[in-house]
């Protein structure tokens, strides 16, 4: 599958399309994301094949409302003062068509020790959650996982389900970052573009599995309704 076909699976139909490309400005040590906004997939695969010669490329996974939002409680990084315009902020989402985890790997606690162990893990909570096939791409060091959907979601009625997701996680202590998944502004690395933390050893993000078929909401909610009550968890959250 290549990052166009993937890109069509988990985007929205309907919004604008941002990707996201990391730099620290000049001064600072703390990094920040540059983006570009696109009115259409097609666009966006475009610069993805551009940008991944030279850039980590990710992609947010939800669609925007607009392409920009004034924020004037913002800091503009630039100039240093209040007032700027955003893109990724929880406002500005408008539909999400995949649930995700991000699952680390390293040696700090809260991460899996190897990747192997991680996909193990998660294999594991597939199983007991009685969830169906993600795809699951190699960031070049963790795991990203995305369950498709059939169609797309409000940003506001998706978080209900990723809430749910993130609460059997939990319960089954599949070790993921529990703010990224419920987190409407997120965003994850490309299939098919490379991490370029260090330039001298290219990683490529790759798909390990990549035969997902997609669910339709209301079906996922039921099974995600059905593993909580099999869980002894409320599926209210």
Known sequence: MTA???LRVVWPAEGYYALATPFTPKGSTEPLYAHKVFDSIDAAVLA???????KDVYFCIHSLREQKIWNPKKRDFKTDELGAYEIRSQKNMLQGRALFFDLD?????????????AITGLRTFIADAHLPKPFVSSSGGGLHV??????????????TLAHKLKA???????????????????????????????????????LLFDRATPTSPEDMLKLLDEALIRAGLPTTV
């Open 168 to 206: 059997l996680a939990t319960h089954h202590h599949l070790l993921f970052d529990p703010a990224r998944t419920t987190d409407t502004a997120s965003v994850l690395r490309v299939p098919g573009t490379f991490n370029l933390k260090n330039p001298a050893a290219p990683r490529p993000v790759t």
């Open 105 to 117: 790997v390293g040696l700090k606690a809260g991460k899996y020790a190897t990747q192997q162990a």
């Open 48 to 54: 993805v094949e551009q940008l991944k010669k030279h």
């Open 146 to 159: 995305f369950w498709p959907l059939t169609e797309a979601l409000p940003s506001a009625e998706w978080t």
């Open 4 to 6: 166009a076909e993937f």
